[in-house]
């Protein structure tokens, strides 16, 4: 099993920044891809920027140039830098992780989430 810790969420003024992390521990054979997701309430949850194994990333449109993730290989983390938060950043932020098994396959895996709340 693998286990998502998140970290980082909270209230922010529109126009601000805030920082999630997540770390991922337990059997880790290999990640192949670690990202975030987003759960606005009444909308289904949509995918805010994702960054395989590659290191090619890939936002939403529409928190392209505002938001930034990175990852750390060695250390099984994710960050996402935002910035320029609007209130429709509004969310619950999920951790994902795409966890390759030792023999063949791929499994998925969700952090608890953490609320980001963007409000003046």
């Known amino acids: 099993q693998v286990q998502l810790v998140e970290s980082g969420g909270g209230l922010v003024q529109p126009g601000g920044s805030l920082r999630l992390s997540c770390a991922a521990s337990?059997?880790?054979?290999?990640?192949?891809?670690l990202g975030w997701y987003r759960q606005a309430p009444g909308k289904q949850r949509e995918l805010v920027a994702i960054i395989p194994s590659d290191g090619r990333t890939n936002y939403a449109d529409s928190v392209k140039g505002r938001f930034t993730i990175s990852r750390d290989n060695a250390k099984n983390t994710v960050s996402l830098e935002m910035g320029s938060l609007k209130p429709e950043d509004t969310a619950v932020y999920y951790c994902?992780?795409?966890?390759?098994?030792?023999?063949?396959?791929?499994?998925?895996?969700w952090g608890q989430g953490t609320q980001v709340t963007v409000s003046s």
């Open positions: 337990g059997r880790i054979f290999r990640i192949n891809a």
């Open positions: 994902y992780a795409a966890v390759s098994r030792l023999t063949y396959g791929t499994d998925d895996y």
